[in-house]
């Protein structure tokens, strides 16, 4: 058993989290709070959407496929990246999850976005401002 609840990975397999990554970042390079941070960011977008959708299915699927250390790519942009950014990830991928995942998946995925933003946030303020 994977420690998953029941029914949170029904209806999730790769193809269904490629698209969500897709539409999620679609939205997101798109918003004028959070766009310009992560299209700054970013400069070749199908390898981080690939690498994306490793994330989400290694969390959801337990597959191992991603490879990587989220917090310290972020920690380079932290001078960039206030607590509204993540209530803003936060509401862009409530609104992606509900549109492609099954009902009890999206539930499941927004709890983990929401444990990472927090685990984000309060990581980013420990930091010194030096580092």
Not at 21 to 36: K, N
Not at 117 to 128: D, Q
């Amino acid at each position: 058993m994977n420690g998953l609840a029941f029914g949170e990975t029904e209806g999730v397999d790769e193809d269904s989290l490629a698209r969500l990554v897709d539409r999620f970042y679609a939205a997101v390079r798109a918003d004028a709070l959070i766009g310009p941070v992560f299209n700054d960011a970013i400069d070749d977008w199908p390898y981080h959407l690939d690498k994306l959708t490793a994330f989400w299915s290694s969390l959801m699927l337990t597959t191992g496929r991603y490879k990587g250390t989220p917090m310290a790519a972020h920690f380079k942009h932290r001078a960039r990246i206030t607590p509204a950014m993540f209530d803003r990830w936060l509401v862009l991928w409530r609104a992606a999850t509900e549109a492609e995942m099954p009902p009890a998946a999206a539930r499941s995925m927004q709890a983990k976005a929401e444990r990472i933003a927090e685990n984000f946030k309060l990581a980013l303020a420990r930091l010194p401002a030096g580092i």
